[in-house]
């Protein structure tokens, strides 16, 4: 009977394991803004997961488990890709154009990119909490920190997302503004024509 | 404003407890600063989390791990047979195919009849059955208002069959009255669908005025090629 509920239990958390891979997606999407590579990092942790399956003693601890290994997986990431930097990503003269220029208006892209340019510390404590609505204790726990260094991430965290999303809100209404001046300065123009 | 960053993030995110908590909210009541400071973070938050809500993973191919897939490879393996046991005749096949007028509909011009309809309902819907009368009355009235003649006729196979038996059909009421209004609409049941029904041992027992002739893919096929204007509810 036993053996029957263990194995009643793994068949339940492979299938949690292989649920969770949105959720997983999400987070590593949003600690390294790169679909691909968070892609391979969800299969990574999925397979590591899978392959330690007998470690999670307590089911209820399922969440924290999975984030540490996936940010185990990420950590590894940084760790090799330090030496060598993507060629794309090296800014030759200048590489904001006007297309990414009106990309960061929008909000949406324009909170990704804040988030992006946070250091990763930082944006792993802020997404584990906000997004995945995680406790300060169990964050401490998946990054291996004391609470009171989690606290002092997120605030910094939070204080420059806020300070990026305030100072681009009044850069996209002065263009705006702008736009509406020249608007009603090419009307004044015409009437003198017409005139 | 007395309390730091850190402890009006951990309220808002509710990491305060016991006394701490109290005593913040009870500041919290007589401070606007720090209400806006708390609603501050919680809209970041919600920023974040709207932000992220739209990324999901590109879809993976699912392995299936049940009989299915060895279902799959078993029909495979008998379509390829078919199709290799009889390629053999198919050319002979194409040959003819290609004097008769089927693969060459140039060669016979379909000319398009005005006022020609044949309205064609298959599935078991009662939205669609309404929408069916709806658009037959909607043309009749419409030609009758110009005093154009219209002939339409509405075919039913498969689960729209339901719309014309007596016995199950939402709208035997307005099929009849429909009939009786404009003689000129002729109701058709699939011949295939009613012989399906009585395999299963039931009966369709049609209403009235429903003819039960071709089958529903003939029927059109032929006023298509009549230069009838079809339309698939």
């Not at chain 2, 007028?101 to 309404?130: C, T, W």
Request: hydrophobic share 40%.
């Amino acid at each position: 009977m036993n053996i029957f509920k263990l194995a009643c239990r793994k068949v339940a958390l492979v299938k949690r394991i292989e649920g969770s891979r949105s959720k997983l997606y999400r987070m590593a999407y949003a600690w390294s803004h790169d679909a691909m590579l968070s892609d391979d990092l969800v299969q990574e942790a999925q397979m590591l997961a899978l392959q330690k399956i007998e470690q999670l003693k307590d089911e209820a601890a399922f969440d924290g488990w999975i984030y540490t290994i996936l940010n185990n997986v990420w950590l590894g990431y940084l760790r090799k890709s330090r030496p060598c930097e993507d060629i794309e990503c090296v800014v030759v003269v200048d590489n904001i154009t006007p297309e990414h220029e009106m990309l960061v208006c929008q909000i949406d892209f324009m909170v990704r990119d804040a988030v992006s340019s946070l250091p990763n510390a930082q944006r792993q404590v802020v997404s584990l909490i906000d997004l995945e609505g995680l406790s300060y204790s169990e964050v401490a726990n998946i990054l291996q920190v004391p609470i009171g260094t989690v606290m002092s991430r997120l605030n910094r965290a939070r204080g420059a997302l806020g300070k990026a999303i305030n100072k681009n809100r009044m850069q996209q209404e002065s263009v705006s503004r702008s736009i509406y001046t020249s608007q009603e300065r090419s009307t004044q123009n015409k009437l003198r024509v017409v005139k | 404003m007395k309390f730091s960053a850190e402890m009006i993030s951990a309220y808002a995110d509710g990491e305060l407890q016991g006394s701490e908590k109290t005593e913040f909210e009870n500041e919290l009541q007589n401070d606007a600063e720090l209400q806006q400071a708390v609603e501050d973070v919680r809209a970041l938050k919600l920023q974040l989390q709207k932000t992220y809500q739209n990324v999901v993973p590109p879809a993976k191919l699912q392995y299936s791990t049940s009989n299915y897939r060895y279902a799959m490879y078993a029909v495979f393996f008998v379509l390829t047979f078919t199709v290799g046991w009889f390629s053999g005749g198919m050319h002979s096949a194409t040959e003819n195919l290609a004097q008769s007028n089927i693969m060459n509909p140039s060669m016979k011009k379909i000319v398009e009849q005005p006022g020609k309809y044949i309205l064609h309902i298959s599935v078991r819907d009662k939205a669609k059955y309404k929408q069916t009368l709806d658009q037959a009355e909607l043309l009749m009235a419409n030609y009758q208002s110009k005093e154009q003649n219209i002939q339409l006729e509405i075919i039913a196979n498969a689960g729209g069959l339901d719309l014309f038996r007596e016995d199950v059909s939402p709208y035997v009421q307005r099929v009849k009255q429909l009939q009786d209004r404009y003689p000129n609409i002729k109701f058709i049941a699939c011949s295939n669908a009613v012989a399906r029904l009585r395999e299963r041992g039931e009966e369709a027992n049609l209403i009235n005025s429903v003819h039960q002739g071709a089958t529903a893919i003939d029927q059109v096929v032929k006023r298509v090629h009549q230069g009838w204007s079809y339309i698939k509810i």
